[in-house]
């Protein structure tokens, strides 16, 4: 996993809490430390000024811009740069290796403390690709440029560095491409890149899938490692039918398992609607389940599958009525009892004025890439509630919500809904 960091790419834009201030124009480094001292910001003023601040004002950086956590205002306090022999380092200063020139500087990686953790350099042929140089390899910094340990042949070994954005588009890209590990209509796998590390999650249908997940997002270049936290259908399959097994209310009874992309789907026969209705929330108790359908047979259950499709609205996905754009997604609403989405939140504008309103997920006709689409026409969907957050809860701390969604997307109703024109389900399913 990647550690934190902070990329100090100078030129920079640095916006303050209240607005855009400046750019950054050079770094003060302790090379004795190894640590960044002060930050020099040249200031959107007339004449140009300079202000040195503190590391420590600095919340995040990337290559859009240094982020602050202080005001224009504050900026104008005098910052004492600390009484030790220190280095500016500036856009394009020369990067030796042993053999000569090996590049300029482009930008700092360091860690939120201020400690340097990689140069990155823009080497003399700028067809070329960037360079991460570690920490350790460099010997010595002054006002004639960064010497490092590293022979010409070794630094043009080492890794390349490219935008987390980038290398983020680059392995979805070759993942769709990728026909074993991709479905036929939506992604399946999701994708978060941070300092050039890969985190895969999600869901494939066998563990050869899984592994050739990896394989294509290590070819990507830019990508430092992969941690895959992918789960396999036979993976998960066996963690449910092992929870079923394991629970003594349903001893001795015979429920089928089987899974589709993290959605699994029980069947067979059970005594009565208990059974039936603890063997759902059993395997829902499964953190990497995505959803259960319980098809599950008990003597009077009579359900309707239309009300278990296992349907799941992206977040910021677009919502249309009989083709008519109403808004946008804005949270789900998750049944803990199946794991499944039972409501979304939509962010919509209705009667010429902007209303955050709950659907029923029986009001959504289909789910894809193009957005979520709705069986009702928007007069309809202008009866039902607005948004209450009294209503509802976050999940547990200790709750995985199930992939694709974040604890942020996710809430749980602790009341009851009330919708109108609308029939009671046939069962809770």
């Not at 789960?231 to 003594?248: K, M, S, Y």
């Not at 109403?326 to 010429?352: F, K």
Request: charged share 20%.
């Amino acid at each position: 996993m990647s550690e934190p960091r902070l990329e100090l790419r100078l030129g920079a834009p640095v916006a303050a809490t209240d607005g855009t201030v400046g750019h950054l124009r050079r770094i003060m480094f302790d090379p004795q430390q190894q640590r960044v001292a002060a930050l020099g910001i040249r200031r959107r003023m007339l004449p140009p000024c300079d202000s040195v601040i503190a590391p420590a004002h600095v919340v995040a950086a990337d290559d859009q811009a240094v982020r602050l956590n202080c005001t224009r205002a504050e900026l104008e306090q005098p910052f004492t740069v600390p009484a030790t022999e220190l280095q500016i380092l500036r856009h394009g200063l020369p990067v030796h290796s042993t053999a000569g020139r090996a590049g300029r500087l482009e930008r700092l990686l360091i860690s939120p403390a201020g400690d340097l953790q990689y140069l990155v350099i823009r080497r003399n042929n700028p067809l070329q690709p960037d360079l991460l140089i570690p920490a350790n390899l460099v010997q010595q910094i002054d006002a004639q440029g960064i010497r490092l340990t590293a022979t010409q042949t070794e630094v043009a070994q080492l890794a390349i560095y490219r935008l987390d954005q980038a290398i983020h588009a680059d392995v979805e890209r070759a993942l769709w491409e990728h026909a074993p590990v991709r479905t036929h209509d939506s992604y399946t796998i999701g994708v978060t890149v941070s300092a050039g590390h890969v985190v895969l999650r999600g869901h494939t249908r066998t563990t050869a899938d899984r592994l050739q997940a990896e394989q294509v997002a290590r070819a990507v270049p830019g990508v430092r490692s992969v941690t895959n936290m992918i789960i396999a259908d036979g993976e998960l399959v066996n963690a449910v039918a092992q929870a079923l097994a394991n629970d003594p209310r349903l001893h001795g009874l015979r429920i089928f398992v089987r899974g589709a992309y993290g959605i699994v789907t029980l069947g067979g026969e059970v005594p009565d609607a208990e059974a039936r209705r603890a063997a759902g929330e059993v395997a829902a108790g499964v953190p990497d389940v995505r959803g259960i359908v319980n098809e599950v047979r008990a003597p009077g259950v009579v359900f309707d599958p239309w009300t278990q499709r296992a349907l799941q609205p992206g977040i910021g996905q677009s919502v249309y009525a009989n083709g008519i754009p109403l808004g946008q997604v804005e949270h789900v609403i998750i049944d803990p009892a199946n794991r499944r989405v039972r409501e979304l939140v939509v962010s919509a504008r209705l009667s010429h004025r902007e209303r955050r309103i709950v659907l029923p997920i029986r009001a959504v006709e289909d789910v894809s890439t193009g957005g979520v689409f709705l069986n009702s026409d928007v007069q309809t969907v202008a009866e039902y509630g607005d948004f209450d957050p009294a209503y509802f809860a976050v999940p547990a701390p200790d709750r995985q919500p199930p992939f694709p969604y974040t604890t942020a997307d996710v809430l749980i109703r602790q009341k009851p809904t009330t919708t109108v024109r609308r029939e009671p389900e046939a069962i809770a399913a």
